[in-house]
């Protein structure tokens, strides 16, 4: 209030007011440099005691000094004071240090603000919706402190209430805006470097070792849904990147350009689903092989890949189509059947013996496919996710001595021994298999469904799949990686078997999680498009949405003045009905005078309405009993309201 | 003619007389109705709409989903409040209580009542008239009150000006307020100035003429015993035969006598001037019990003692004019 804006901050909404930034601030903590957080978390209860005890706040030329150390620091850190993770951590700096300077209600109120600001870019790190609960907690707790600071003289669990109420209020508005205010795509400006990163996935190269480290993350890669029942898990591989160059330990893309869509020939009926990926910094978009629709915003590649034209920084949504039976008869130039063909010299001697005796003693292609598939059947190979490290000569110790390995050893062998006996091979990583959520029906995908496969050319049957790791370990595409690997190997918690109670939990959890993503953090053009025609809004164009924003938040608004206000006065019933009776009576040209007292009036309008005299009369006696009288019956209130709505005069 | 009228019952009509005082002062507790509540955002609510924008253009700019539920959440918070704001504010009666007289110079203590008619508290209802400002919280059918100091500059009438009501509850982002012109008025005493009290003794020329025959400590007869009579009064004969206190009223109390007045300041220019020491004068014969008289151009007040006679007194030197009416 104006009269303290020049008093001591009171002392309870204050707290409220810490309260609220240390909430909006605490899940930056683990993000920010180890000394912020101390400084910040120090100088926080710095002015929590300086209010307790009553203390001076500390003079303007220590905060001078700390506010260079501050920005110093964090250019010491960053090498940089823009950006997103910098700019965060001065703005939790900045708000501690102007927490010691708060002496005003001006400065509190900015103090919210700051807050309030401080609470979205959490957002920055996550959108899950925990972190949504934690904000909304946040904003309660500021508001809270708002109301307290301009009621000062009220228990702070009233301003809490308060807070509450206006904010249940605003959820109508906020409801309407976020559907309807116009979205735009894009960034409005570049963003910083540093604004995507730490997310998992797939890589741009393949060496033994990094898929099977991914194989331990629970994390969701995408989800899928289908128009109509999930095909069968054995068939269902998501292709991603495609590898084609071997230097002996790392398999790599080579050269990747968007083209045309390779051909093939469909057999069978196309299957329709749209797929909601997770952001993974990298351009590929997952579909089943073999996609046979490029999704808007995305190109393809000679190899069937499907790539974004930027990278994937936020989950998007793309519907697709896919043939499963099909025969790949495109991407086969001889230049591409060159680079297919393309091994490391000196790698591997005994597996490259072992592929030339395959090579002269059966010649076509198909034949040597099939003795190496046969080869690997009964290799006795075994799968784990935890495979010993290997040499220089990987596939020749993985083959002939370990034995043990995982989807890339599998894989990385089985094409390297392809080439070497001059069959074109290339490895296809993705995901396979995956999950249906029995809660929504979506078909989860796991950062532990990370595989990788062989595909061989033959001239028969074009790019052919060879899935070296379902030969050797058909369990794995079977029955998913838990049931394949060794019950000792370390798991992913979720992924193990025996615990159906928890992923019953999981799926309740990851169908409101997916609600929450498809719905709400997803809720972008395209979903918003898609929303508003389904409700009748054709086409819709940015102007029309804002018409419709403006109609709907003035209808709210509307409402709730006239719930709020009409409570504002119309409250006593006693006064409610005699102002009808009078209003009645002035009708008919008896108006009430402003000195007649309810008695004398009543007396008059008896005289002047005799065919509704005894009514009137009765109307008289009745309201001064109610509204003088010692302890009115209740009844009366109701008997007093009756007689006035069937009066007629 | 007729635009006219319509003019005069418009709202902007209303507001402009009320906000430049023209109105005419309401007697009485006075509703302050829809019609005229206003409202309009603080600088707070200005800074609060620009931080909206500034979170909006991140959430756009980044594609924060939650970042847009976070910012038109705190913007419907900010429509909400417009209402709660208003609510906050309109139907309560505001009345002007007690006005307690002042001195020049001193202060004015006007005292507002609200009554809250309504089923849900007020809070921080602040008045404001000029720097005076002063805050309460008026509760569910009940009433608040606050006093207004307000500064009484010059002697004479003091009407309240005109009053803002005021709320900014609950977050601050809006004023809400009605102005209010109350029909209670005051008087400023002139601003009293230390003078000695002139010498008891009266000076023959300036008798009264009602009283100037009548000798001094002339017996006239007895009435029934005052407080504020002199013991030296009182009939202790009478006493002693058992009767009830009596004292002896003395026609031409001459020799006690204390005459304040205006012509026996010899010396002293101002009106105003004079009006102060004769001020003092009152209220130092007041507090020494001394009877006393007031003689200004034109009027005579007294002689007695006491408060009202004090209060007569005083009203007669702050509405003095000069003494030509």
Redesign the interface.
């Known amino acids: 209030?104006?009269?303290?804006r020049n008093e001591p901050l009171p002392f309870h909404p204050l707290l409220a007011l810490l309260a609220g930034c240390l909430l909006a601030a605490a899940p930056h903590a683990p993000r920010l440099p180890w000394w912020v957080t101390l400084l910040a978390a120090a100088m926080l209860g710095w002015r929590a005691w300086a209010q307790w005890k009553n203390e001076i706040l500390p003079r303007r030329w220590l905060l001078m000094v700390l506010v260079i150390v501050g920005l110093g620091g964090v250019y010491l850190t960053y090498r940089t004071i823009f950006g997103r993770d910098a700019g965060v951590t001065l703005l939790v700096l900045f708000l501690a240090l102007k927490l010691l300077e708060t002496r005003t209600h001006?400065d509190a109120?900015?103090v919210t603000?700051l807050c309030?600001?401080l609470?979205?870019t959490n957002?920055?790190y996550s959108?899950t919706v925990l972190?949504?609960a934690l904000?909304l907690a946040t904003?309660l707790v500021l508001?809270a402190a708002?109301?307290a600071?301009?009621?000062?003289?009220?228990p702070l669990r009233e301003s809490a209430r308060?807070?509450a109420m206006?904010?249940a209020?605003?959820?109508?508005?906020?409801v309407i805006?976020?559907f309807l205010?116009p979205r735009?795509t894009g960034?409005?400006?570049g963003?910083p470097a540093d604004?995507f990163s730490g997310t998992t996935g797939l890589s741009d190269s393949m060496t033994p070792g990094n898929i099977s480290l991914l194989s331990q993350s629970d994390a969701i890669a995408f989800r899928a849904r289908f128009e109509e029942q999930a095909p069968d898990r054995r068939r269902l591989y998501w292709r991603g990147p495609v590898f084609w160059h071997f230097d002996g330990r790392t398999w790599r893309a080579g050269d990747v350009r968007v083209s045309e869509f390779a051909e093939f020939e469909p057999r069978g009926q196309p299957l329709f689903y749209s797929v909601t990926l997770e952001p993974h910094e990298r351009n590929w978009l997952f579909a089943l092989d073999i996609p046979a629709k490029v999704p808007p915003g995305a190109g393809a590649t000679g190899d069937f890949q499907l790539l974004a034209r930027l990278p994937v920084r936020?989950r998007v949504r793309y519907d697709t189509s896919s043939f499963l039976d099909y025969r790949a008869t495109g991407g086969a130039t001889p230049h591409e059947l060159e680079a297919a063909r393309q091994v490391p010299d000196d790698f591997n001697p005994r597996a490259v013996t072992l592929a030339q005796s395959w090579r002269r003693e059966v010649m076509t292609n198909e034949r040597i496919v099939s003795r190496g598939i046969e080869y690997f059947r009964r290799a006795n190979l075994q799968y784990t996710l935890a495979p010993r490290p290997l040499g220089r000569d990987s596939v020749d110790e993985f083959l002939f001595e370990t034995k043990s390995g995982f989807c890339e050893h599998f894989s990385s062998a089985f094409a390297f021994m392809m080439r070497a006996a001059g069959v074109p091979a290339r490895i296809v990583t993705g995901y396979q298999g995956g999950e249906v959520n029995p809660i929504d029906g979506y078909l989860v995908v796991r950062q532990s469904d990370a595989h990788a496969w062989v595909e061989v050319w033959t001239a028969q049957d074009g790019w052919l799949r060879v899935d070296p790791t379902a030969v050797a370990v058909p369990i794995r595409v079977e029955a998913g990686l838990a049931a394949a690997v060794p019950r000792t190997d370390p798991l992913p918690l979720l992924g193990r078997v025996e615990l159906t109670w928890l992923r019953a939990l999981r799926f309740n959890w990851e169908a409101f999680a997916n609600y929450w993503n498809q719905w709400?953090?997803?809720?972008?053009t395209e979903r918003q498009r898609d929303l508003l025609s389904r409700l009748g809004m054709p086409s819709p164009s940015w102007e029309k949405m804002a018409l419709a924003l403006f109609w709907l938040?003035g209808l709210v608004?509307a409402v709730?003045?006239l719930w709020?206000?009409r409570?504002?006065?119309g409250?006593?019933p006693v006064t409610v009905a005699w102002r009808r009776f009078c209003r009645k009576l002035a009708r008919r040209g008896t108006a009430r005078r402003p000195h007649e007292g309810p008695r004398s009036f009543a007396a008059r309008a008896a005289r002047e309405q005799p065919h509704a005299a005894a009514d009137v009369a009765e109307i008289g006696v009745l309201y001064v009993s109610v509204r003088y009288g010692r302890d009115p019956d209740p009844s009366l209130i109701g008997l007093l309201r009756q007689r006035v709505r069937e009066l007629k005069v | 003619m007729r635009l006219q009228a319509l003019l005069q019952r418009s709202e902007l009509f209303q507001f402009w007389r009320l906000f430049s005082g023209r109105a005419a002062p309401e007697a009485g507790p006075v509703t302050l109705s829809?019609r005229r509540v206003y409202i309009l955002p603080t600088r707070?609510g200005y800074?609060?709409g620009l931080?909206l924008v500034?979170?909006l253009?991140?959430?756009?700019?980044?594609?924060?989903?939650?970042?847009?539920?976070?910012?038109?959440?705190?913007?419907?918070?900010g429509?909400?409040?417009?209402?709660?704001t208003?609510?906050n504010l309109?139907?309560i009666a505001v009345s002007a209580g007690r006005v307690e007289p002042a001195f020049a110079g001193g202060t004015v203590r006007c005292h507002l009542h609200y009554d809250n008619?309504?089923?849900?508290d007020r809070?921080?209802i602040?008045a404001?008239c000029g720097a005076a400002?002063?805050?309460?919280?008026v509760p569910a059918h009940g009433v608040g009150t606050v006093v207004l100091t307000l500064p009484a500059e010059r002697r004479g009438w003091f009407r309240v000006p005109r009053v803002t009501i005021?709320t900014?509850?609950?977050?601050?982002l809006l004023r809400a307020w009605s102005y209010v012109l109350p029909d209670a008025s005051t008087l400023v005493y002139p601003k009293p100035e230390e003078a000695a009290l002139p010498p008891p003794a009266a000076t023959p020329d300036r008798g009264d003429a009602a009283l100037a025959g009548t000798g001094n400590d002339d017996y006239w007869g007895l009435r029934p015993y005052q407080p504020s009579d002199s013991p030296r009064h009182i009939a202790w004969k009478a006493a002693a035969r058992g009767e009830t206190l009596l004292t002896k009223v003395f026609v031409g109390l001459g020799a006690f006598e204390l005459w304040l007045d205006w012509n026996a300041l010899p010396g002293v220019a101002g009106v105003e001037q004079r009006l102060s020491l004769l001020t003092h004068q009152v209220l130092a014969a007041e507090e020494a019990n001394l009877p006393y008289g007031l003689r200004l151009p034109g009027r005579e007040l007294g002689p007695g003692l006491g408060e009202r006679h004090r209060d007569d007194c005083l009203k007669a030197l702050a509405l003095f004019d000069g003494g030509r009416a």
Do not use: K
């Open positions: 209030m104006a009269a303290a001006r109120v900015v603000f309030y600001f609470a979205l957002f920055f959108q972190t949504a904000m904003v508001t708002l109301v600071f301009n009621g000062p003289r009220r308060v807070a206006l904010i209020q605003a959820v109508p508005v906020m805006m976020f205010f735009v960034p409005l400006w963003l604004a936020s709400v953090v997803g809720y972008n938040v608004v709730f003045s709020l206000l409570r504002a006065h409250e006593d | 829809q707070h800074t609060f931080a500034l979170m253009t991140g959430s756009i700019n980044y594609q924060l989903s939650l970042g847009y539920i976070l910012t038109f959440l705190l913007g419907g918070v429509v909400v409040s417009i209402l709660h208003f609510r309109a139907h008619p309504t089923s849900f809070v921080s602040e404001r400002r002063a805050v309460c919280d005021e900014h509850y609950p977050v601050g």
